[in-house]
């Protein structure tokens, strides 16, 4: 019932830059691993990258990897997911997720976010 809000999606040329936002009212984010996900016209839902809850440990898909880095801050409730490098494969809408626990590997989602859309296109 309780929702994630995402904030920070937009129109970017390729090679270009975004960072995204996740955070939550009234209940703290930092109890739980936080993952980000996204959904392209025409595909299924894919697991983009997850952070633990600590910020101690991350994980990312391969097709992102070294042009994404996901980072928390606590103190501000907040989960970020820098995007550089975007490719047009990159186009779809985002979603983070709470996950059950503290870790990535529980793959039991407790909140999502509405989404934001990503598109990049020159």
């Known amino acids: 019932q309780l929702q994630l809000v995402e904030s920070g999606g937009g129109l970017v040329q390729p090679g270009g830059s975004l960072r995204l936002s996740c955070g939550a009212s009234?209940?703290?984010?930092?109890?739980?691993?936080i993952g980000w996900f996204r959904q392209a016209p025409g595909k299924e839902r894919e697991g983009v990258s997850c952070?633990?809850?600590?910020?101690?440990?991350?994980d990312y898909a391969d097709s992102v990897k070294g042009r994404f880095t996901i980072s928390r801050d606590n103190a501000k409730n907040t989960v970020y997911l820098q995007m550089n490098s975007l490719k047009p494969e990159d186009t779809g809408v985002y979603y983070c997720a709470a996950l059950k626990g503290h870790w990535c590997f529980y793959k039991e989602y407790q909140y999502w976010g509405q989404g934001t859309q990503v598109t990049v296109s020159s």
């Open positions: 009234g209940f703290t984010l930092g109890y739980n691993a």
């Open positions: 952070i633990s809850s600590s910020g101690g440990s991350t």
